[in-house]
Each structure stands twice: as structure tokens, then as C-alpha cells.
């Protein structure tokens, strides 16, 4: 009577809270007699309770359809006469889930009226048309229809369902236009970055599908650039770049070298890495396209003296690309480099020009002009006697000014102190001793030349890569010129430039002394002009190897992005018997023909990620309790993407009733449980199984523990079992990944987490402990085959893996072996947060231990 009561009161309120509350009840005996009162609330006159009434009668009519065997036709005919768009939808979401048949009616009835329904009935509408298409295709083409024109709809929801469901009633080119067209329309409008990336993500899948039929969109893609979201313009930009053809290329490097020009002077906060982005982007397309090489090479290069060094860092390895596979470019690239030659500030920008010239310059005049540029750059030979001349000379012009009485001062005592070596020294040899540094500082800041300042600065290796440029010009001169007397006078002059980076090296003037192996390359190409002759042994390694070492670099980077594009475009093979797919039975492969909601139904349940082994799932159970405890418990943990599922197998090994048993489980580490499984009561001698599901939100080692409480046969007695740990292994959520070199270092430089682990193994192979270290941690090696083949006492390599979650790892293996045969060294890992540096370091500690 009260509920009834309710449902007849003045309030409507009430009266919804009432209907809502009916929605919860699960006791026919009380729901019947308040079925009239449902229904005539379906009249009232607020819209407010007509709506929970349709939803209270659709609950009904789900769980007791005996109760109200009439209800798809008393919706059917209310939503005939309702007005309230609200109503409207939830009376369409109730046919349409109850009798599918009368709802695809109701729509063929208000076809004309779609264009116009309230943004939740266009989505439930969507929704029906997608359920119908799977069972009937008789509507298909009406349907299509319907769906272009939501297309245009004011809500951005509805637009990308809309796009959504187009693409999975029809692969026509006009509908896949239309939809990508209605995405990038989204991407362009819609303010929330996620929101960006989820619809680029969707549109990078209609992308590897239809690439042909999306071609003509990639300028439409660029216009998401405008977006001030870095993650954005990168992902954008990527599948731009998949689209571009030799038909459109020219349009998109017109598009791209316009978005560089403008960072020169726009103020943003991530303008570098923009630029670096832009010139990657513009480089891809140069090496794809040869046509367009010559024309964004010379434009690139005026980035070589950028401030940014990651921008200017990769306009030289493009410009180094382009020259080794474009062989017609190379004399106008070498010349254009050649004028930029004085505005490079970057140590190892200077390094690949310096590599370029002494590679591609072949000609006389080539080689006269880079010799040029490069004394220019060097400043006054040589650099000692140079700088010492002007630190003498400023010492000279401060005892001129000592001499001047108007700026003479008297020393009234001579207190002692006590210098770096701990003798003493009074305070007239102190001043005298801190101005001859501050003079020396003073001549080091002054302006010089930029090769000389880096140099003096105490970059040896560019000094190394000077000397072997130097070198290969003068080898390379000789076999050209018929002029001995020019030759010579090259050599020497080479020799001086050699000689004197080393003595200035081992001075005062460089801010750090020369390092041993620095010291040693260029004492090496020393020795080489010295002993100058017909060799051509020493001729064929610095004018033809290094050259064919660098080809073979470029040829294995080609390779790996082929097989990385024939990996990602592999078709997938299905038989022509394939032809009835059952969701459990289907296979793995076959996303192209699966209807979106059974793959969001199998990716929600975890199955896409079940192994079919038994015995990789038999690893996955871990006993909980011992066999003498009261109760045991074993746990199977199926982990899949951000979720960790434990299906708790629960046995009773008592003679007794164990009442209101429940798990307890808790978590550490970013690991957090869901929902608490309920309380059980356990027969004798029976088992239960309990489920719970526990959220990870980043890539590091959890840990979850708990116990088992249970009531006793006494009415206050309480027992508790402690669980066994659980621990959570981070290898489910690391995949290996590939980055270049430049990437590598700069996030090496980036990250603040470094975790060094000791090499303690009784592996005696160096390689054999790559692959071991590899294949525990999940990681990939970055350091080319070239360059660890061979047999050596040391190795070094890259290591680069991502989790899913985003997070970046990286590891540097530095390993020796003993004469004795054993292996030391370390293994350095970095990334951006505590938890996964320190969680791989203690993967790799454990590796060791097992394979020792």
C-alpha cells in the first residue's frame, strides 16, 4: 500500500524516486499489484515520472515478463504519442532490446524525422541500426542513408557513432571519404586532447584498411596541425605522412615547409620539438620521394645553425642520407653546406658536416673550397701559440696599468694563505695568481671562430672526426691534382692543424684535457700523412670503407622500416571455409569481418588474450594456503592490458560449516581492487570459486596480499588464514619498441631514474648474455648487428622497451670478458619514473641468479 501509495502521490518526484525504486525490485508478489499504477503513470503529465515509468515497466517485463506479457506494445503505442525527447529515447532503447521488430517500425515511420531527434535518441537510433543490419540487410541501403545524414549532426557523440557505424555497414569510397572527412572534422573542432587522440586513433585504423581511398584527405589531416597539443601534431603528422603519394607529395612538403618557416617567430611552448618533428617529417618524405629531395634539402639546411641541437642534429643526418643515395645532389649540397659552415654551433652538427665533406668532396675546387671554410672555421694556426700571444699581451697591457701611479695601490700588510697545494702564499701572489685566471677565463669567452671555440671548449672527439676529414681530403687531393708541390703544402698544413689541436689540448686554454682516444685517432692520422706514399691499402679504408660502411647503415635502417610496413601490412589469410565465425571459436586474426561489439565484448571479458596451452596457464596458478590449513586456496591470475583478474579457487578442508567466509585482499604499488568479493558459506568438504578484479594504472612491481576470514561453529568465534603474496610481474606490461639514436640520447639525458645493476652470471659468451637480458626484460636492442658482430673481449648495447601504459625504458649494457673467462660489467637503466627502473633492475638481479 505504501509503494502503491507512492506511485499515486500529487509529488511527481516522488513518484519518479518511487518508479526508479521498483527498478530495483526483484519480488514479483510486490511488483504485481503495482503494475496499474506503472501504467497510468505513463500519462502523467510531467515528463519527468513518464520516463521512469517506461524504464520501471522494461525492467519488469526483463526479469518477469509473465507479469507484463503486453509491454511491447503499451511502449510501442506511448512512444507513438510521446512528445518529450527523453521519454522518446527510453521508450526506443526498451523495443529495441526487447522486441527488435517493433522498434526498426517505429524508425521506418520517423525516418524523415532523425535529422531533428535529440542527440540521445540519434545514438540510440545508430545503435538499432547497427543490431539490425547483422540480422537483416534488407534496410541496409535506408539505413546508409540515415547515416550520411547524422553525419552532419550538431553533436560531436553522434557524429563519431555515426562514422563508426558507417564503416561497419559499407566499405564504399564514398562512405570511407565521408567518414574520415567527419573525423579530421571532429579532431579540428573538439577542444579535449583526448578526445583528439581517440578519434586519430580511429582514424589511423580506417587509414590501414583504405590508404588508397584516403589519399586525397592528407592535406585535411595537416589541418589538425593547428592543434597546440604536441602528441596530437605527432600522431596527425604520422598518419599524413602514411597517406602521402607521388601525387600529393609536393602539396604536403609545400604544407610542411610553410609550418616550419612560421617557428622562427612563433612563440609556443614546445616550438623545438616541434621543429624537430616538422624536419623529421620532411625528411621521410625526401628519402621516399627523390623528387622532392632537391627541393627541401636546401631549405633544411638553413637549420643547421639553429639553436636547438636535436633540430639541427637531424638536418645533418638527413642531409647525410641524401647525399649517400642522391649522388646528382651531392656537388650542390657540399656547397650549400659549405656557406652554412660558420653559423653551425652544435659539436656533433660539426661532426657529420665535417664526415659529409671529407666524404663528397672529389673535386679540386671542391676540396680547395672546404679546405678554406675549414681555416676559417680553425681561426689563427696555431691555436697555443695564438692564445698565448693574447694572454701575454693582456698581461702586458694589466702591467702597464700597475705602472700608472693614478692606479697604483699600496699593499699595507702581506697576510698569508694557504693554497690548493698547502703552501702559503702572501696576498700580492694571491691577487697576482687570481687575475692570470680571470685573465685567462676572459680570452677563453671571448669570440672566436665556431670550430676553434668548441675546440677550446674541450670537445676532442670533434677534433678526432677533423683529423680523419683532414686526412681523407689530402689522400683524396692527391689522387686528383697533377700538382705535387699543392699536395705537400696540404699535408703539412694538415699535420699543423693536427698537431696543434693536440698541444692546445694538454694546456691551459681547454677547458677539459684531450681525452686518450682522441688523442690517439688523430696521433693515428698523424702517422698516416707522415709516412705519406702510393699505400693503397690506407688509401681504400679512408676514401672507399668508411663510405660503404655508412651505405650499409642506410641499407639496414631501409630494411628494418620494410619489414616493419610488410609486418604491420601483412594481410590476414582466412579460408574460403572460414566463412561462419562463432566468437569463441573465431580466429584471433580476423578483426576485418568482426562486428565491433563482440570485439568490444571479447577485449572486455580478456579472451583476445587467452592462451591456449595448458601449460602457460598451469604457470599462472599460485597456492594461496598450505595443504594443512583449514581452508586452501590456489589463485589463477590472468592479467589482460590495465586489469589483473584472480580467480580464487576456495576448498574447504574441514568436516564442519565454515559460515560468512570472505577474501580480504589488499594491494602495493599502484594496483587498486575494484570491488570486494562477497561473503560465502562453505559446506564441508565443498570449494567455491571467487573472482576479483584489481586496476593497474603504471608499469611497476605490485604486490597483493590479504587473508581468508570465517565464522567457526561458535557464535563468536572468528578465524583468519593469511594468503600467500602475489606479485604482480611487470614483463605482461613491457613490449619491446624500437627508437633512433638521437631519440635514445635524448631521453637518456632526459630521464632522471638511473638503476645500475652489477653483472654477476655464470654466462662466458658476451652475446649469449645480450640475448639473455633481452629476452628477460622484454626489451629490444637498438645497437645494429654490424656493429657487435666480430669477436671481441667487450660489448656494448642499447636497450629499448615501452609499457603500455606509455612509459619509456631504457637500458645500456656495458659488459667485459675476464681472462679467465668470466663476464663483468654493468647494466645502467633509465627511464622517467622510480617504479620501472627499479622493478627491471631487480627483473635482470633475478635473471642472473636463474641463469647462474
Not at 522494461?58 to 507513438?80: G, R, V, W
Not at 591456449?612 to 590472468?638: C, H, M
Not at 606490461?733 to 624500437?738: D, L, Q, T, V, W
Amino acid at each position: 500500500n505504501s509503494l502503491r501509495n507512492d506511485l499515486q502521490h500529487p509529488n511527481e518526484y516522488i513518484r519518479g524516486a518511487t518508479l526508479r525504486f521498483l527498478c530495483k525490485l526483484r519480488e514479483p508478489e510486490l511488483l504485481e499489484p503495482l503494475l496499474p499504477s506503472c501504467r497510468s503513470c505513463l500519462e502523467h503529465r510531467h515528463a519527468y515520472v513518464r520516463k521512469n515509468a517506461v524504464f520501471a515497466i522494461y525492467t519488469i517485463y526483463k526479469h518477469f515478463e509473465y507479469l507484463i506479457p503486453d509491454a511491447p506494445e503499451l511502449i510501442q503505442s506511448f512512444l507513438a504519442a510521446e512528445a518529450d525527447q527523453t521519454c522518446k529515447r527510453n521508450a526506443f532503447v526498451m523495443l529495441c532490446n526487447t522486441n527488435q521488430a517493433r522498434a526498426v517500425e517505429y524508425l521506418n515511420d520517423v525516418f524523415d524525422q532523425v535529422p531533428n531527434f535529440d542527440e540521445l535518441l540519434q545514438l540510440s537510433v545508430i545503435e538499432l541500426i547497427r543490431k539490425d543490419c547483422r540480422n537483416n540487410s534488407t534496410n541496409r541501403g535506408k539505413y546508409i542513408r540515415c547515416i550520411f545524414d547524422l553525419l552532419n549532426a550538431a553533436s560531436h557523440s553522434v557524429k563519431y557513432e555515426a562514422a563508426t557505424s558507417l564503416m561497419a555497414l559499407t566499405h564504399a569510397p564514398a562512405a570511407v571519404k565521408a567518414a574520415a572527412s567527419c573525423y579530421i572534422e571532429l579532431i579540428i573542432k573538439e577542444s579535449d586532447n583526448n578526445v583528439k587522440l581517440i578519434v586519430l586513433d580511429r582514424l589511423d585504423e580506417l587509414r590501414e584498411k583504405h590508404d588508397q581511398t584516403l589519399d586525397d584527405l592528407v592535406l585535411d589531416i595537416l589541418r589538425v596541425l593547428t592543434s597546440p597539443d604536441i602528441e596530437v601534431r605527432r600522431k596527425a603528422l604520422r598518419i599524413a605522412l602514411e597517406l602521402v603519394t607521388s601525387r600529393n607529395v609536393q602539396e604536403v612538403v609545400v604544407f610542411l615547409k610553410k609550418e616550419l618557416s612560421k617557428t622562427l617567430d612563433q612563440d609556443y611552448e614546445k616550438n623545438n620539438e616541434y621543429r624537430q618533428l616538422l624536419i623529421q617529417s620532411i625528411h621521410g618524405c625526401a628519402i621516399k620521394f627523390s623528387e622532392v629531395a632537391a627541393n627541401v634539402v636546401h631549405v633544411l639546411m638553413e637549420f643547421l645553425g639553429d639553436s636547438s641541437n636535436p633540430a639541427a642534429v637531424d638536418v645533418i643526418a638527413f642531409v647525410r642520407e641524401v647525399v649517400e643515395k642522391f649522388p646528382n645532389l651531392r656537388s650542390s649540397i657540399t656547397e650549400k653546406l659549405l656557406e652554412t659552415f660558420m653559423d653551425v654551433k652544435s659539436g656533433k652538427v660539426f661532426r657529420g658536416a665535417l664526415w659529409i665533406v671529407g666524404e663528397y668532396c672529389s673535386t679540386c675546387k671542391d676540396i680547395e673550397e672546404a679546405w678554406k671554410q675549414i681555416r676559417a672555421g680553425l681561426g689563427e694556426i696555431p691555436i697555443l701559440a695564438s692564445e698565448q700571444r693574447l694572454l701575454e699581451e693582456a698581461e702586458k697591457e694589466n702591467k702597464v696599468e700597475e705602472l700608472n701611479p693614478e692606479n697604483k695601490t699600496t699593499i699595507t700588510s702581506s697576510s698569508r694563505r694557504v693554497l690548493a697545494d698547502g703552501t702559503y702564499a702572501t696576498e700580492t701572489a694571491f691577487s697576482s695568481n687570481s687575475s692570470t685566471l680571470a685573465k685567462l677565463e676572459a680570452i677563453k669567452a671571448a669570440v672566436k671562430p665556431p670550430l676553434r671555440s668548441l675546440l677550446l671548449s674541450g670537445d676532442f672527439y670533434l677534433g678526432s672526426v677533423l683529423a680523419s676529414t683532414l686526412t681523407k681530403l689530402v689522400l683524396r687531393y692527391a689522387g686528383v691534382s697533377t700538382d705535387p708541390k699543392k699536395t705537400n703544402a696540404l699535408r703539412a698544413e694538415a699535420m699543423l692543424i693536427m698537431t696543434s689541436v693536440i698541444r692546445v689540448g694538454q694546456s691551459q686554454f681547454a677547458s677539459n684535457p684531450i681525452d686518450e682516444d682522441s688523442y690517439d685517432r688523430i696521433m693515428s692520422c698523424l702517422h698516416i700523412l707522415e709516412q705519406f706514399s702510393t699505400d693503397n691499402f690506407i688509401k681504400n679504408v679512408f676514401l672507399h670503407d668508411t663510405r660503404v660502411a655508412f651505405a650499409r647503415i642506410v641499407e639496414a635502417e631501409e630494411k628494418r622500416t620494410a619489414a616493419k610496413k610488410a609486418k604491420d601490412k601483412s594481410a590476414v589469410a582466412v579460408q574460403v571455409d572460414d566463412l561462419i565465425t562463432f566468437r569463441q571459436f573465431s580466429k584471433r586474426n580476423m578483426g576485418d569481418e568482426a562486428d565491433e561489439y563482440e570485439l568490444d565484448l571479447t577485449r572486455a571479458t580478456g579472451q583476445s588474450d587467452s592462451r591456449d596451452d595448458l601449460i602457460s596457464k598451469l604457470s599462472r596458478v599460485i597456492q594461496l594456503t598450505g595443504f594443512s590449513d583449514p581452508v586452501y586456496a590456489e589463485a589463477y591470475v590472468n592479467v589482460h592490458q590495465y586489469d589483473i583478474l584472480l580467480d580464487v579457487l576456495i576448498v574447504n578442508q574441514t568436516s564442519e560449516t565454515l559460515q560468512n567466509l570472505s577474501i580480504e585482499f589488499a594491494t602495493l604499488g599502484d594496483l587498486k581492487l575494484v570491488e570486494r568479493p562477497t561473503h560465502h558459506n562453505l559446506a564441508p568438504h565443498s570449494f567455491h570459486s571467487v573472482k576479483a578484479t584489481i586496476k593497474v594504472s603504471s608499469t611497476e612491481t605490485g604486490v597483493i596480499f590479504g587473508n581468508i576470514v570465517y565464522d567457526g561453529p561458535g557464535t563468536s568465534e572468528s578465524n583468519c588464514v593469511v594468503l600467500n603474496d602475489i606479485h604482480i610481474d611487470i614483463m605482461d606490461y613491457i613490449n619491446p619498441a624500437y627508437c633512433n639514436e638521437t631519440q635514445f640520447r635524448s631521453m637518456w639525458t632526459e630521464f632522471e631514474w638511473e638503476n645500475k645493476v652489477n653483472v654477476n652470471t655464470n654466462i662466458t659468451d658476451l652475446r649469449e648474455y645480450l640475448g639473455h637480458i633481452m629476452k628477460s626484460t622484454n626489451m629490444s636492442c637498438l645497437t645494429p648487428e654490424a656493429a657487435l658482430s666480430g669477436d671481441c673481449g667487450f660489448l656494448s648495447a642499447n636497450m629499448y622497451a615501452r609499457s603500455i601504459f606509455g612509459e619509456d625504458a631504457l637500458a645500456n649494457l656495458s659488459i667485459e670478458k675476464q681472462a679467465d673467462g668470466t663476464i663483468t660489467g654493468h647494466v645502467r637503466i633509465r627511464s622517467k619514473t622510480q617504479g620501472i627502473a627499479l622493478s627491471l633492475g631487480d627483473k635482470i638481479t633475478l635473471a642472473q641468479k636463474a641463469a647462474a
